[in-house]
T-cell receptor, first 114, second 114 residues
Framework: GESVGLHLPTLSVQEGDNSIINCAYS??????FIWYKQESGKGPQFIID?????DKRQGQRVTVLLNKTVKHLSLQIAATQPGDSAVYFC?????????????FGKGTHLIIQP | KAGVTQTPRYLIKTRGQQVTLSCSPI?????VSWYQQTPGQGLQFLFE???????NKGNFPGRFSGRQFSNSRSEMNVSTLELGDSALYLC?????????????FGPGTRLTVT
């Protein structure tokens, strides 16, 4: 199947700054997108999701932006904290709940500098 | 509400052996999905069970199988283990079937094949 990929494997930001993690997808049938955070030794933790009928969704300190024209997804984390250090994955599923499960990107490692 | 639990957390097996991993979903969740996570391939979908039936299957050989019980607990079995099966095996549960909804992951079972 088509893949979901991330632009940068590692992102280093200063504590207190905003972080932006990007994701490109290639499946035009993708309908549902999720961002997960995975800390060392733990399973992925849900952060925020968005459906293709929206272009922006906000949560607590996080915002997901979806640009369907260029098939691009981003996760913005406001006022980054040390606890935000983790690997972030985007995942997608196609319209109608595609039978291939969630397709995950390779992940971006977010490093917080003190 | 308790999260997704997986047992055992760590496992070491020898090539050629078989292994069974267990997953208990969040109470009330009827969908259980399994994923394999490796550094090289990332997170890949194995299969999904809903109401004791396998609904979807990823692109893995027949050595990988699973089942779901009436209480929604699920087991995954890998027969004739190969070195390449060393990975973190993650289970995720969802209140509804398909993948257009939030999935909650467990901590995973780290399988090492020697």
């Amino acid at each position: 199947g088509e893949s979901v990929g991330l632009h940068l494997p590692t992102l280093s930001v200063q504590e207190g700054d905003n972080s932006i993690i990007n994701c490109a997808y290639s499946n035009s049938a993708s309908d549902y997108f999720i961002w997960y955070k995975q800390e060392s030794g733990k399973g992925p933790q849900f952060i925020i999701d968005i459906r293709s009928n929206m272009d922006k969704r906000q949560g607590q300190r996080v915002t997901v932006l979806l640009n369907k024209t260029v098939k691009h997804l981003s996760l913005q984390i406001a006022a980054t904290q040390p606890g935000d250090s983790a690997v972030y994955f985007c995942a997608e599923n196609e319209r109608g709940g595609g039978a291939d499960g969630l397709t995950f990107g390779k992940g971006t490692h977010l490093i917080i500098q003190p | 509400k308790a999260g997704v639990t997986q047992t055992p957390r760590y496992l070491i097996k020898t090539r050629g052996q078989q292994v069974t991993l267990s997953c208990s979903p969040i109470s009330g969740h009827r969908s259980v999905s399994w994923y394999q996570q490796t550094p090289g391939q990332g997170l890949q979908f194995l299969f999904e069970y809903f109401s004791e039936t396998q609904r979807n299957k990823g692109n893995f050989p027949g050595r990988f199988s699973g089942r779901q019980f009436s209480n929604s607990r699920s087991e995954m079995n890998v027969s004739t283990l190969e070195l390449g099966d060393s990975a973190l095996y993650l289970c995720a549960s969802s209140p509804r079937g398909g993948f257009g909804y939030e999935q909650y992951f467990g901590p995973g079972t780290r399988l090492t094949v020697t």
